[in-house]
């Protein structure tokens, strides 16, 4: 299988500060990441692509200014939660899509550990 | 708007039985169709993906597509109590977007 990486796993921060979580595919290259936002009992949501060395394309209704997104590497993508307040509070996860040797994608999608973040 | 469905569960199925995850979707282009696990405060993991019509076998799980119906299913035999989790069913449609269900939750009860 195909590991990816996510720090921190959980965080505790203040209100009005920011918080970067990052997200590490170890043993492949990922073109595309994925960050989704998971609320208690509630199903996935996505929230934006992030695709390497390109700006992010954000859901409709996630504010890209606030979720700031950066792919710098094949390996490595980070989320930053800019000026965080209570109800940013969730479990926030990323994802990776593995390529197939042929160089395309094989839809198969490997999930970070998730970070739960918990805003005071 | 595209549309992928579970019933929300929770199934509660006894130890030993078969327990059977159903999904319907929408988009009829739909080519790509994938089963997640989720335990409770973790991330899901890939249990199976299909694509082509008909029965897929991975050990324990049967994932079966029905395009012309727009279903995919999931079973899983021999259930253990270990099999107790929130299964989420994901489509990639004509467009290539992985669109979610809300998921199934599942309890094996010893």
């Known amino acids: 299988g195909a590991v990816v990486s996510q720090h921190p796993s959980w965080v505790i921060c203040k209100s009005g500060t920011s918080v970067k979580i990052e997200c590490r595919s170890l043993d492949f290259q990922a073109t595309t990441m994925f960050w989704y936002r998971q609320f208690p009992k509630q199903s996935l949501m996505l929230m934006a692509t992030?695709?390497?060395?390109?700006?992010?394309?954000?859901e409709q209704g996630v504010e890209k200014d606030k979720f700031l997104i950066n792919h710098a590497s094949l390996t490595l993508s980070t989320l930053t939660v800019t000026s965080a307040h209570p109800e940013d509070s969730s479990f926030y996860i990323c994802?990776?899509?593995?390529?197939?040797?042929?160089?395309?994608?094989?839809?198969?999608?490997?999930f970070g550990e998730g970070s739960r973040l918990t805003v005071l | 708007q595209k549309e992928v469905e579970q019933n929300s569960g929770p199934l509660s199925v006894p130890e030993g039985a078969i327990a059977s995850l159903n999904c319907t979707y929408s988009d009829r282009g739909s080519q790509s169709f994938f089963w997640y696990r989720q335990y409770s405060g973790k991330s899901p993991e890939l249990i199976m993906f299909?694509?082509s019509n008909g029965d897929k076998e991975d050990g324990r799980f049967t994932a079966q597509l029905n395009k012309a119906s727009q279903y995919v299913s999931l079973l899983i035999r021999d259930s253990q109590p270990s099999d107790s989790a929130t299964y989420l069913c994901a489509v990639k449609d004509s467009n290539y977007q992985l669109i979610w269900g809300a998921g199934t939750k599942l309890i094996i009860k010893p």
């Open positions: 299909i694509y």
């Open positions: 994802s990776a899509i593995k390529t197939g040797t042929s160089g395309l994608s094989t839809g198969e999608l490997f």
């Open positions: 992030s695709n390497e060395g390109s700006k992010a394309t954000h």
